[in-house]
């Protein structure tokens, strides 16, 4: 794992308040949101060309955690979004629709780091990784409509022009140049390694450029960021003993049990956060919170993987 994304959550961080600051010279603030939308789609191609779409099948070898998993990722945890987010947040459209973003779009990347830390089972949760992704992806304008829809935020006209910019167009652009390198594999392999960290360059850089654009509103605003906390915390305590409970009913082994948990936990903001401010550009705060939500997850899934590593020494499975 290269550095830079061992450093994510305080790239992201930095990235907010260097937007801020550079938000400050007018020149900057004017024409810093015409970046957002190429940044974010040379991002996401990127990501989608490092995702191995042919590994899906691998994920139905074990069916039973693959339909347990998806459950719970794709039916349960928007349940749970959309039941907190109307509980604490029915009074800031912005942060409610924000908060249900983050929550339907399952991690495909720093949930195979706390797996490995906690002994769970990594190849398995590496094969279910394309199949969440494509899931996400296919399912959060569903879940936006059905959650979000009348919240007065949402427009279905500028949200389906938004998914085609910003998601469909990169990762047909990604399946083309895997059609183009299918045959020259150590070409594509070292493409793949060289470009594995733009990801996150380029989302910082988006963020900056949306937090240079919007940083007075945010900063007018700020106060409301303690209602987003309280939520997710909830969100990860529940989701961790449905995972666990699950995990026991479906007889998983102890590493599988641990598996499930941490695919069934992690969130992928930078996914979110891409849509948030291509079809809100004029709600900062929804991109807020899916700013914040990583600061908070990030401590949440260490201190989860360690309860994790404390049950895999004191249980059988």
């Known amino acids: ?37 190429p940044l974010l789609v040379v991002m996401l191609y990127i990501t989608f060309l490092q995702i191995p779409l042919e ?20 039916v349960w945890s928007p349940i749970l979004a959309w039941l907190l987010a109307l509980i604490f947040l029915s009074d800031h459209p912005a942060l409610y629709i924000g908060f249900i973003m983050l929550m339907v779009t399952p991690c495909t990347d720093w949930y195979l780091i706390f797996t490995g830390i906690a002994k769970g089972n990594v190849a398995l949760s590496t094969a279910i990784l394309p199949l969440n992704l494509i899931l996400q992806v296919t399912l959060l304008p569903v879940y936006l409509l059905i959650f979000g829809g009348t919240t007065g935020v949402i427009e279905f006209a500028f949200l389906v022009e938004s998914i085609l910019v910003v998601l469909f167009i990169p990762l047909v652009l990604a399946l083309l140049t895997k059609v183009f390198l299918k045959h020259k594999q150590q070409l594509k392999d070292g493409l793949i390694s060289n470009l594995s960290v733009l990801p996150i360059i380029f989302l910082s850089l988006a963020i900056m450029a949306m937090f240079a654009s919007q940083g007075q509103l945010l900063l007018d605003n700020v106060d409301l960021m303690w209602q987003i906390t309280i939520p997710i915390l909830l969100f990860f305590i529940v989701n961790f003993f449905v995972g666990q409970k699950v995990g026991k009913i479906m007889r998983f082994s102890i590493p599988d049990r641990t598996s499930l948990s941490l695919t069934t936990l992690a969130r992928n903001s930078p996914i979110a956060l891409a849509i948030a401010m291509t079809a809100f550009p004029d709600q900062p705060l929804i991109a807020l919170t899916l700013v914040i939500g990583p600061l908070l997850e990030l401590p949440i899934l260490a201190m989860i993987t360690q309860i994790l590593i404390f049950i895999s020494k004191n249980k059988n499975p």
Request: no cysteine.
């Open 1 to 37: 794992m290269h550095l830079i994304e061992k450093l994510y959550t305080l790239i992201i961080f930095l990235a907010v308040i260097i937007g801020i600051g550079m938000g400050q010279v007018e020149i900057i603030r004017t024409n810093a949101e015409s970046f957002i939308v």
């Open 55 to 74: 590994e899906i099948r691998k994920a139905f070898k074990n069916i039973k955690f693959t339909y347990t998993s998806v459950t719970i990722n794709f």
